[in-house]
């Protein structure tokens, strides 16, 4: 799964099955239309190639994602750390934060995030 990838169109399209699934494919369809001035040939197209990745399924119409949202964001932050950074946490948050600052907030949630897994 760590191979997974959708492009910024087809992540958008991928947050209307998330937010509403289960959901049938025609109301998809319209969906698209509304939100991305699709059509249905175009949504069944792009539907059928994130089936065959295989983050969603559509069973006899209702499509359902095979994994969550939050899954899939978590795969892709692994993988781009992993390939950019060899895999080193510390040196990904030294690159970030070089040119962003951190909220004290977030660095309490980070300190919280260490401290539980420090449990384990």
């Known amino acids: 799964m760590s191979n997974l990838q959708m492009g910024p169109i087809e992540s958008r399209f991928a947050d209307i099955i998330?937010?509403?699934?289960p959901i049938s494919s025609s109301s998809l369809a319209k969906y698209s239309l509304e939100q991305l001035g699709w059509k249905k040939t175009t949504s069944y197209t792009v539907l059928k190639?994130?089936?065959d990745k295989?983050?969603?399924q559509n069973i006899k119409g209702t499509v359902t994602s095979l994994i969550s949202k939050q899954e899939f964001y978590s795969?892709?932050?692994e993988?781009?750390?992993e390939e950019a950074f060899h895999g080193s946490l510390p040196a990904f948050l030294t690159a970030f934060t070089a040119?962003?600052?951190l909220t004290s907030e977030e660095v309490d949630h980070l300190r919280s995030i260490i401290a539980e897994y420090d449990k384990q």
């Open 18 to 21: 998330w937010q509403n699934e």
């Open 49 to 51: 190639r994130l089936c």
């Open 54 to 56: 295989g983050i969603f």
């Open 75 to 77: 795969l892709q932050s």
């Open 79 to 81: 993988k781009f750390v």
């Open 99 to 101: 040119r962003k600052s």
